[in-house]
């Protein structure tokens, strides 16, 4: 009985996985993400700010320790549990910049759920 559930925890996972999208929205850009029709989404990673030089090219990409620190609470807040939601990633949206003179970003990691 143990192992058949250690197994289907473990399909789960990778079904997870094999459904999994992260998504960059650019300083000033705008994005509607979500799932399927019947699926919700559940977000696992998001924030606001700077932590990947490679992302959305700009001012003073070198510096990677930039998050408004409540960026995370917010996207959940905004989008986790529903089928789609419109984000804008701006200083406004998040309440303060969390890092002047740097381009940002905002950032979200997340699957979608059956209802």
Known sequence: MRSLLVLLCCVGLVTAQANFVAVNICEGGRADIGCPAGQVMVIQRAYYGRK???KCP???TNYTECEATNSEAYIKNACGGHQSCYLISTNDTFGRDPCEDTSKYTHV???CHAL
């Open 52 to 54: 990947d030089p490679s």
């Open 58 to 60: 700009g001012k003073n």
């Open 109 to 111: 990691e997340y699957y």
